[in-house]
């Protein structure tokens, strides 16, 4: 198992579904992470897979910048933040990880909620497969034809989808969907290879 980290650029994505058991002081922790891309999908994941008969049914999920979490009758903070905190600390973003608890008949503590509702949690996160996505920002722009092949050359080494590419009478223009860590540089070279006569668009 490896701990996934990311900055605020990158973030890991789970491909699909997954799920895994625990159970601590006899007590079992079912754990289902999933891909999801609005709060309306996260909330109906949590529906599908809530288990009525179970003691408490916890939760998180990050849509970002959006996040909400339930301790379920848990006490406040022992459930749904450690949940949070799981999802946050490896990095990963447009997930839900719902968390049900069977009750074993041994409390756990507050401490002990904390590290059994985060533990199962992580060790779910950990187990799914899982892709590093990258933030990108959509930009378009007009390029003369002489320097043209010199920024297709430079787009791989960007990471940068070229998304459109109009030819007019004047230059090429081009939308691309460049990565945010390099969008600064790329925008500067382009502005010094044109002599600032560039204009930069950011679509919608």
């Known amino acids: 198992m490896t701990c996934r980290v990311a900055d605020d650029a990158q973030k890991w994505r789970l491909r699909a579904p997954i799920q895994f058991e625990t159970t601590v002081r006899k007590s079992l922790f079912r754990a289902h992470a999933a891909?999801?891309?609005s709060e309306d999908e996260a909330?109906?994941?949590i529906a599908s897979h809530h288990v009525p008969d179970a003691t408490h049914n916890c939760w998180a999920w990050l849509v970002s910048p959006r996040y909400r979490m339930f301790d379920d009758g848990e006490p406040g903070g022992t459930a749904g933040r450690p949940i949070l905190t799981a999802i946050?600390?490896?990095g990963f973003e447009n997930v839900v990880v719902l968390v049900i608890r069977w009750f074993g008949g041994i409390k756990l503590g507050a401490g002990g909620l904390i590290r059994a509702y985060g533990g199962a949690a992580s060790q779910c996160l950990r187990?799914?497969?899982a892709t590093y996505w990258v933030k990108k920002t959509r930009i378009a722009c007009r390029i003369?034809?002489?320097i043209?092949?010199?920024?297709q050359a430079r787009l791989a080494g960007w990471e940068a989808d070229s998304l459109a590419q109009t030819f007019e009478a004047d230059g090429?223009?081009?939308?691309l969907a460049v990565p945010d860590a390099?969008?600064?540089e790329m925008t500067t070279i382009l502005s010094d290879l044109t002599r600032g006569d560039i204009a930069f668009i950011y679509p919608e």
């Open 35 to 37: 891909p999801v891309a």
């Open 43 to 45: 909330m109906a994941f």
């Open 88 to 90: 946050e600390g490896q």
């Open 127 to 129: 187990a799914g497969d």
């Open 144 to 146: 003369p034809f002489n």
């Open 148 to 151: 043209f092949p010199i920024i």
């Open 172 to 175: 090429v223009r081009i939308c």
């Open 182 to 184: 390099v969008l600064t």
